[in-house]
């Protein structure tokens, strides 16, 4: 079959092609359809580029079965163009005409933004940020925050920057781990093969007032610095914004390093 990719790319040679998985986070209607039969489909694509938000239209005949959330493609990426994707789809379905990419913005939140919500809604539950995509998302309109609404259902929400000045000028308080919950994190996204991403809840004694909890994201660059922090009922010394109590970092050296 043709590549996706940009407008007028040419199918990628066999020397530079490398194998990727596209993982379906999101099947919808497109916006304007351009034929019959067309779908829309966005998902995370993980290959030698990392993890990459791709977005493409297929045509799926009322008698196939097209590709569905959760669903798992084979792929392959150009090397010398991470934006040229030939995908395996199911037996029947196709490539539509025209892909997202050869559009106005390059990308189609759906009607009403429903297919960036539910992108959003599939990259939150296992709990991923806007920032792990960081200028992939630019050329997405309106995901960024799609995703962050959508991962504040699941965790506290520390904008990138936010949470070193927490260190340097937020209210000292007492935590304590109530529960850890390693997540499903992808090789591509995290430093080493030691590593790992968790949700962490902490039990947090401010200074003055009551205790409450709250549930952040926390990466560990090795099992051991995982045991050092991540075991329930450790206590750690954090830092919090007193005007936005939901705003806690751990008062500690970054854990990735």
Request: proline letters at 13%.
């Amino acid at each position: 079959m043709a590549p996706f990719g940009k407008k007028g790319a040419g199918m990628p040679s066999t020397g530079s092609r490398i194998p990727a998985v596209l993982r379906v986070g999101a099947v919808s209607a497109p916006s304007t359809p351009s034929g019959p039969n067309e779908v829309l489909m966005s998902g995370m694509l993980l290959g030698p580029g990392g993890a990459n938000l791709p977005q493409f239209m297929v045509v799926v005949p009322p008698f196939a079965q097209g590709p569905s959330q959760g669903m798992e493609l084979q792929a392959n990426v150009d090397s010398a163009n991470l934006d040229l994707v030939t995908l395996t789809l199911p037996v029947g379905v196709t490539p539509a005409p025209t892909q997202p990419s050869q559009n106005p913005g390059g990308w189609d939140p759906g009607p009403g933004g429903g297919h960036n919500r539910a992108l959003a809604d599939w990259l939150a539950a296992p709990g991923f940020l806007s920032s792990d995509f960081g200028p992939t998302l630019v050329g997405r309109p309106g995901l960024a925050d799609c995703l962050d609404q959508a991962a504040a259902r699941y965790v506290s929400v520390v904008p990138p920057g936010i949470d070193l000045a927490l260190t340097r000028s937020g209210e000292p308080a007492q935590g304590q781990v109530a529960a850890v919950q390693v997540l499903p994190f992808p090789a591509q996204l995290l430093p080493s093969p030691e590593a790992c991403m968790t949700w962490l809840t902490l039990a947090v004694t401010p200074q003055f007032g009551s205790t409450y909890e709250v549930t952040i994201r926390m990466g560990f660059s090795s099992p051991q610095r995982f045991a050092e922090l991540a075991t329930v009922g450790t206590r750690l010394p954090l830092r919090r914004d007193p005007a936005n109590r939901m705003m806690v970092t751990i008062d500690a050296p970054p854990v990735y390093t």
